[in-house]
């Protein structure tokens, strides 16, 4: 029985295609902006943090409390559960210029802004 190897070449050039595909928006997140915040005492710190507008952004959250938030923007269309102690980072689109609130959505009284400039 004769076997053709024609068909391990095209899957290895659709895994190189998909492999790229996948790098390409890590790659570009990390051209655009990236901020730091963090939530201590149901209090995000700074409570307004600034990035650049039109380009993909990445905020990390670090969680001081004892206790899970979850970083949550309607403007944004993000929203990340952040365990005690933990790190979670959502990846925003490019925006245009202008003000973005976010909050903890376990805790609705803590609120922040972003500010893309």
């Given at each position: 029985?004769?076997?053709s190897?024609?068909?391990?070449?095209t899957?290895?050039?659709i895994?190189?295609?998909?492999?790229?595909?996948?790098?390409?928006?890590v790659?570009s997140?990390?051209?655009?902006?990236?901020?730091?915040?963090?939530?201590?005492?149901?209090?995000?710190?700074?409570?307004?943090?600034?990035?650049?507008?039109?380009?993909?952004?990445?905020?990390t959250?670090?969680?001081?409390?004892?206790?899970?938030?979850?970083?949550?923007?309607?403007s944004?269309?993000?929203?990340?559960?952040?365990?005690?102690?933990?790190?979670?980072?959502?990846?925003?689109?490019?925006?245009a210029?202008?003000?973005?609130?976010?909050?903890?959505?376990?805790?609705?009284?803590?609120?922040?802004?972003l500010?893309?400039q």
């Amino acid at each position: 029985m004769r076997r053709s190897f024609v068909g391990c070449n095209t899957i290895g050039t659709i895994a190189a295609i998909g492999a790229v595909v996948f790098v390409a928006p890590v790659l570009s997140a990390q051209q655009g902006g990236a901020v730091a915040i963090s939530v201590k005492d149901h209090r995000f710190q700074p409570v307004e943090v600034h990035g650049p507008a039109n380009q993909p952004l990445e905020i990390t959250v670090k969680n001081l409390d004892s206790t899970p938030m979850e970083f949550e923007s309607v403007s944004l269309r993000v929203e990340k559960v952040v365990t005690p102690g933990a790190a979670g980072t959502v990846h925003v689109r490019p925006l245009a210029p202008g003000r973005y609130e976010f909050f903890d959505d376990f805790h609705q009284e803590t609120r922040g802004t972003l500010v893309l400039q």
